[in-house]
C-alpha cells in the first residue's frame, strides 16, 4: 500500500501532537494519530482519504466550552478528547483512490463526515446527516493537530488564499448558510443580533449583499466598536436593561424609524430573540443562527398578530465554494478578525487567551496551528430573566445548577472565591430592592421578587459553578432549597395579611413569636418531652374527641374561610404567573442583552 500513495514534498519529521481535553476538565498537548511513521508510510490512509499538515486552526467558543463544561447539550466528552473544527493546511499524502487531490495542495477542511444513506443527505441538505460524524464534537476527535486524515471530499482546494483566511471559511459558512436561508435582499433594512465573531462574519456579509440601512446590536461598547471599525456604515446600538418591548422601540428608532424585514440574530439569547420579534416590520422574519438554552419564551402573539416568520438554522451545508469565491475575490475581508496568534505547542496560552474576557480576542490563532476565536466567553454575556419568568426559571434551573456543581471542578478555588462574593452582593442587593416592591401585592410578588432571586441564585451558581466535590454538593443543594423557601416566605407574608385583615385579627405580638418558637425548639432538643406530650395525649383519647365536639359553629366557620384563603390565595398566584408565560401584561420588568 506504502508504494501507491504518492510520497511527500517535504518529508513530514515532527511528532503528531494535538491538544486533548477530558471528563475532569484537564487541557494539555499529548502524541496523538497519525503518527508520523504512520503519515511516512502512508499506511494509516483508508479508500478516498488524503493526510494534511494542518497550518492553521482555530479556537471555536464550542472548543473553550466542551473544555470548561464537558458538554454541549447531550454532546459529552466522556474520555480523552481532541477538540478543533476550524482548519487549513497543505495536502502530504494522497490515497491512490483520490485523484482530484495531489501533494502539495492547500485545502480547507469541512468538518464533518457524513453518511451518504439519510434522506437529509440524499436531498443535499447534508447538516442533518442522521449519523453525522462532526470533528471536535465527542467523540470524534477534532483537528487541532499536526497531522489529520480526512476524508477528500471534504478538503477543498483554497490556491493561494493565505492559511488563516482558509481556517476561517467555517465560521464564514455559518454566516453564508444563514444568509441563503434568510434571503437578504439589495437594500433590505436588516438588524444583526450580537457583535460576537459569528455577529461579526454575518454583518460583513449582509454588507456585502447591499443591505441597508444595517444596525447591529450588543451590549457590549468595545464589541460594537469594533464592529463599526470593519464595517463603518453599520449603525451600532448598544443594549440596555429594558423589557424586549421597550428594546425594539429603541432599536427602530436606531434604524431612523424603520422597521427591519430581517432579523438575523446571533446570540441565542431568549430577550434577543424576543427583542428581534418586536422589531422586525408586519412580514417580516428572524432566523436565528446563536446557539441557546434547550426551551426558551418568545413573544408569541406579537409573532402571530404581525405574521413573523422565525427560523432557525443547524451548521451548514454546500457554503464552502461560495465562501472560497468571496474571500478570493476580496467581496468579504476576514483579516481583521484574527487578532492572536500562538504556536501549536502554545496551545494552552491560546486556550487561556480565547477563555480571558479581558484579552478582547476575537480570532486568536498560532502560527503553522491557530486562530482562535471567542464566542460565548467575552463580558457580560449573561441574559437577565424577565421578571415574568422567574418563577418557571427557577424550577427549569435547579436541575442545571445541580449537573453544574458536580461537572465543573475548580483550578483556582480563590478567584472563584472572590468572584462569588461579588456576585453574592451584586444578587442581594437586587433582591433587597425587590423585597420592597414584594410587599404592594400578590402580583407584584410574582413579578418582582422572582427576578431577584432568580438572578441571585444564577449569579451565584454562575460564579460557583466550576466548584466540584463537596462544595459542588453543597452548592447544589442551597440551590434547591433557598429559592423556594424565600419565595413562599414571601407568600406566607402576603397570605398571612390577608387573614387577619380579612377576620378583624391582630398578629401575635413578636414576644408570643419568638415564645412558641423557643418552646418547639427545646422540645425538638429534648425529645424525652414529645414523647411523654404524645404518650399524654393517646391515654386521653375521650378528651380530644370531646374537644372536638366542643368545636362551635363560628370557630369552624373561620377555619373554612382560612382554609378557602389559602388555597385560593396559592391557586391565584400559578394562575398570575402563567397568565405572564403566555403573555400578560401586568407588572412587567423584563430586561434585554
Known amino acids: 500500500m506504502g508504494s501507491n500513495v504518492v510520497e511527500t514534498i517535504i518529508k513530514p519529521s515532527k511528532a503528531n501532537i494535538g491538544v486533548f481535553t477530558n471528563p475532569a476538565h484537564k487541557l494539555w498537548i499529548n502524541e496523538t494519530e497519525p503518527t508520523v511513521e504512520d503519515v511516512q508510510k502512508g499506511d494509516s490512509l483508508k479508500h478516498g482519504e488524503v493526510t494534511v499538515a494542518i497550518k492553521s486552526t482555530g479556537i471555536c467558543g464550542s472548543d473553550v466550552h466542551f473544555w470548561h463544561a464537558g458538554c454541549i447539550g447531550p454532546m ?26 495531489k501533494v502539495g ?76 436561508r434568510c434571503g437578504v435582499k439589495l437594500g433590505d433594512p436588516v438588524l444583526v443580533c450580537g457583535a460576537g465573531p459569528i455577529g461579526l462574519i454575518t454583518l460583513l456579509c449582509c454588507q456585502a449583499a447591499g443591505a441597508c440601512p444595517l444596525v447591529i446590536t450588543d451590549i457590549d461598547e468595545g464589541r460594537l466598536k469594533f464592529a463599526k471599525e470593519i464595517c463603518p456604515s453599520v449603525i451600532t446600538h448598544k443594549v440596555g436593561r429594558l423589557s424586549a418591548e421597550e428594546s425594539a422601540k429603541n432599536i427602530v428608532e436606531s434604524f431612523g424609524g424603520i422597521e427591519p424585514a430581517i432579523a438575523l440574530e446571533c446570540t441565542g439569547v431568549e430577550s434577543s430573540v ?14 436565528v443562527i446563536g446557539v441557546g438554552k434547550n426551551e426558551i419564551n418568545f413573544p408569541f402573539m406579537r409573532a402571530s398578530t ?100 458536580r461537572r465543573f471542578e475548580s483550578t483556582n478555588t480563590q478567584k472563584v ?62 440551590e434547591k432549597q433557598v429559592p423556594t423557601v ?38 425538638i432538643q429534648n425529645p424525652t418531652t414529645l414523647l411523654q406530650t404524645a404518650s399524654k395525649f393517646a391515654q386521653q383519647p375521650s378528651s380530644l374527641i370531646q374537644q372536638a365536639r366542643n368545636i362551635n359553629r363560628a370557630q369552624l366557620v373561620a377555619g373554612g374561610v382560612i382554609f378557602a384563603e389559602c388555597l385560593g390565595f396559592f391557586t391565584i398566584g400559578e394562575i398570575i404567573g402563567r397568565f405572564k408565560l403566555i403573555g400578560y401584561h401586568g407588572d412587567n420588568q423584563a430586561a434585554h442583552h
Open 76 to 101: 459529552v466528552v466522556e474520555g480523552d478528547h481532541i477538540l478543533g473544527h476550524e482548519s487549513a493546511g497543505q495536502v502530504i499524502a494522497v490515497h491512490p483512490s483520490v485523484t482530484h487531490l
Open 274 to 287: 424576543a427583542a428581534a420579534v418586536w422589531a422586525v416590520k408586519f412580514g417580516g422574519k428572524v432566523f
Open 486 to 523: 424565600i419565595y413562599y416566605s414571601k407568600v406566607g407574608s402576603e397570605l398571612a395579611k390577608i387573614v387577619f385583615r380579612g377576620q378583624n385579627m391582630s398578629p401575635p405580638s413578636l414576644a408570643t413569636v419568638q415564645s412558641y418558637w423557643q418552646n418547639a425548639l427545646k422540645q
Open 306 to 405: 404581525r405574521e413573523v416568520d422565525l427560523q432557525f438554522q443547524y451548521r451548514y451545508c454546500n457554503t464552502w465554494p461560495r465562501a472560497i469565491r468571496l474571500v478570493e475575490n476580496g467581496v468579504v475581508d476576514l483579516s481583521k478578525l484574527v487578532t492572536h496568534r500562538f504556536k501549536l505547542e502554545d496551545a494552552i496560552e491560546a486556550f487561556n487567551t480565547a477563555a480571558d474576557p479581558k484579552t478582547g480576542a476575537i480570532k486568536p490563532r498560532t502560527h503553522v496551528s491557530f486562530l482562535f476565536r471567542l464566542e460565548s466567553f467575552l463580558p457580560n454575556t449573561r441574559a437577565t430573566m424577565s421578571s415574568a419568568l422567574a418563577r418557571p426559571m427557577l424550577r427549569q434551573s435547579r436541575a442545571g445548577f445541580r449537573m453544574a456543581a
Open 105 to 180: 495542495d492547500r485545502v480547507a477542511i469541512e468538518p464533518n463526515i457524513i453518511c451518504n444513506e439519510c434522506e437529509p443527505c440524499l436531498t443535499g441538505r447534508y447538516n442533518g446527516c442522521e449519523r453525522v460524524q462532526f470533528l471536535s464534537t465527542p467523540p470524534v476527535p477534532g483537528l487541532l493537530r499536526r497531522y489529520v486524515n480526512h476524508p477528500a471530499i471534504w478538503c477543498h482546494k483554497i490556491g493561494n488564499m493565505s492559511y488563516e483566511n482558509g481556517a476561517m471559511l467555517e465560521p464564514l459558512s455559518v454566516a453564508l448558510a444563514g444568509m441563503q
Open 417 to 478: 472565591t472572590e468572584t462569588a462574593k461579588e456576585q453574592a452582593a451584586k444578587a442581594s442587593k437586587a433582591a433587597s430592592e425587590y423585597a420592597t416592591k414584594a410587599q404592594q401585592g400578590l402580583s407584584r410578588v410574582t413579578s418582582s421578587a422572582g427576578p431577584a432571586i432568580a438572578g441571585a441564585a444564577k449569579g451565584i451558581a454562575n460564579s460557583l459553578g466550576k466548584v466540584g466535590g463537596r462544595t459542588g454538593r453543597l452548592v447544589a443543594f442551597i
